[in-house]
Structures are given as C-alpha cells and as structure tokens.
C-alpha cells in the first residue's frame, strides 16, 4: 500500500492551478496592453489630420477674431468614398447679419485647392447649415483632406475661422465610419477582455495587485483621453496626452517586472 503523502511534500509540490493560471493571465496582460497600443495609435491617427491641416492656408488666422466653432468633418473615409464637411452659423443678435464665407479644400495636392465663397444672411436668432462635398480623390499626399472655412466679419458678426482634416484609409467599398467603429471596438475588446481576465482570478486583490490594477487604469484613462480628444479635433491636447501615456507605460512596466506581478 502506498503511503499517503506527507505535508512536507504536498508544500514542495507546485499548484497545477498556479501553474495553469501563469500563462492564461500573462496572455492577459498581453491582450491588455496590445488593446491599449492599438487604441493609442487610433489617437494619433485621429490627431494626425487636423494637426496637417492646421498649417494648410493658415494665414486666415491672422484676419479672424475668433474660432469658428461649428465646422464638423468625418475622422476617415475610404478610397472611393464620397462624404462632405459641414458649417453651421448663427445670428445671436438682434438685428439682421450677412456676411461672405470662403472655404478653401485641396484638390490632390496641398498647392492646388478648390475655392468657394457664398453668401449667408441671417435674420435674428436664425441659423443656416453650409455643406461643401469632399472625396478621396481631394485627399493631399494620398492621405489626407484639408479644409479651411473663413467667414467675413459682417454687421454684429466677428470673422471666424476654423480648419480640419480628413484622414483617406482602407479598401474601397467600406464606409469610413464603420472601419472607424470596428477599429475602435477592437481596442475596446482587447483591452477591456484583457483586463476582466488579468483581474478576476486575483480576487481579493492584494496591496501589489492594487497598485498595479491603479497604475493601469490611470494608462487606459490617460489612452482613452487622447482618442477623444483626437476625434473631437483637439489635435494638441490629444498628443500630449500620448507623450503622457508613454511616460506612464514606462513606469508601469518598471512596477510589474519590478514586483513580479505577471509572473504570480
């Protein structure tokens, strides 16, 4: 008969459950930080097209009194595609306005652009939506589509301006707001999934687990930040949030191998 084995034994001998559970949360932490990289590289791409365009025809800014705050314009588009950018102007005053507005689009080329300039009169407190249609083929250096809007001061209204940039990505047929969504979702899913699978077999968290699970969440927050702002038109906050996030990775790299983390 086999003798039963001893504690001292049952002590030496590894957990199967350990053992089984280092790869499943290192590949975790994998998916995790592979959702962030992916989300932090959408933000950049987000950013990239109105930093472009903000020194496309940007002597306009030294004859604006302020930003133009109501110029919308899609984050992508595929070749092929045709989509439009969008002005919207109010008269907040209490008498009758009218004022020119010239936008100015490239054309295939930074140095060759299209020029159109319309007239808006608005009764008090009325407002009108200007569209202007862009395409793939517009797009500078094959990638990006730049706009500049200027309206002329005129009775009661300052003269505003504002500029963006479109950026031209991915096969034709496929609209851009969708490769947008999916691409974003992806980043979601990794990191999110990556996350609940690193988190949930560490419950109870211990005091290293903490830190480490706070430190990430302050890089998704800080990744997630640059996305938006990215796809608001902020192209300078969203890039210091980037050089922020990068700043943190580097520390939370120091703190996991530092304390072993993954490898519990």
């Not at 200027?150 to 496929?174: D, K």
Request: net charge positive; with cysteine.
């Amino acid at each position: 008969m086999n003798a039963p084995p001893s504690s001292r034994d049952s002590a030496n001998k590894p957990s199967d459950a350990g053992s089984v559970r280092r790869p499943a949360t290192r590949l975790a932490a994998i998916f995790f930080y592979l959702g962030l990289l992916w989300l932090a590289v959408l933000g950049f791409a987000s950013a990239w097209p109105d930093m472009e365009a903000g020194v496309f025809d940007n002597a306009t800014v030294l004859v604006a009194d302020e930003a133009l705050r109501d110029l919308a314009c899609p984050w992508l588009i595929s070749q092929g595609e045709e989509s439009a950018i969008h002005a919207r102007f109010d008269n907040d005053a209490d008498r009758p306005t009218s004022f020119l507005v010239r936008t100015r689009i490239t054309e295939g080329f930074v140095t060759l652009v299209r020029e159109e300039t319309r007239q808006v009169s608005l009764a008090p407190g009325a407002s009108e939506t200007l569209t202007w249609p862009i395409s793939a083929s517009d797009a500078a250096y094959g990638r990006f589509v730049m706009a500049r809007v200027l309206a002329m001061r005129g009775p009661g209204s300052p003269a505003r301006q504002a500029s963006c940039g479109i950026l031209v990505l991915g096969p034709v047929g496929i609209p851009g707001r969708v490769i947008a969504f999916a691409a974003i979702l992806l980043g979601l899913a990794l990191t999110g999934g990556g996350a609940i699978a690193w988190w949930r077999p560490r419950m109870p968290l211990n005091e290293g687990h903490r830190m480490t699970a706070g430190r990430a969440g302050l890089l998704a927050a800080v990744v997630l930040a640059s996305l938006v702002t990215g796809l608001a038109g902020a192209w300078i906050p969203s890039h210091l949030l980037s050089i922020a996030a990068f700043g943190l990775v580097i520390g939370l790299l120091q703190a996991v191998y530092g304390d072993s983390v993954w490898r519990r």
